[in-house]
């Protein structure tokens, strides 16, 4: 979902569990603005390699909307955990998926309906990583 040329970057158990409900798709960037896109073009690395400021599953994110200046936190979850009260957004929203693979710092260009808007991941942290 990202218009970014800079690689997505998952670990083994990620692009598993992502593959599993959505098959990768190599269409034109024009049609690319989903999941399947990004999944396409997704560099996996073992998990021990990704690096711990990564967007993954679990991860609690905030991120800064560059054009209004506002900051959101979330986690990213599977569907079937998905909470908006809880701030829990699923992987297959587009504004996660836009973002599932970049890491702290990264400026990601997401395509909405209404134009282009410009993300910057600000904060990563991965507990469930932390933990394994």
């Not at 049609?31 to 021990?48: C, F």
């Not at 599953?57 to 998905?82: C, N």
Request: aromatic share 4%.
């Amino acid at each position: 979902m990202s218009t970014n040329s800079n690689p997505v970057i998952l670990c083994e158990t990620d692009y598993k569990k992502l593959t599993a409900i959505v098959a990768p798709d190599k269409k034109t960037e024009e049609q690319g603005n989903t999941l399947a896109h990004e999944l396409s073009r997704a560099v996996v690395v073992k998990d021990e390699a990704l690096p711990a400021d990564t967007i993954r599953i679990g991860s609690a994110v905030r991120i800064l909307d560059i054009q209004t200046g506002k900051e959101k936190d979330f986690q990213i979850v599977m569907p079937a955990e998905a909470d908006i009260h809880a701030k829990k957004i699923s992987i297959l929203t587009p504004m996660a998926a836009a973002i599932i693979g970049f890491r702290t710092g990264d400026t990601v260009s997401w395509k909405m309906p209404s134009g282009l808007k410009e993300l910057e991941v600000v904060a990563v942290e991965n507990i469930m990583a932390a933990k394994a």
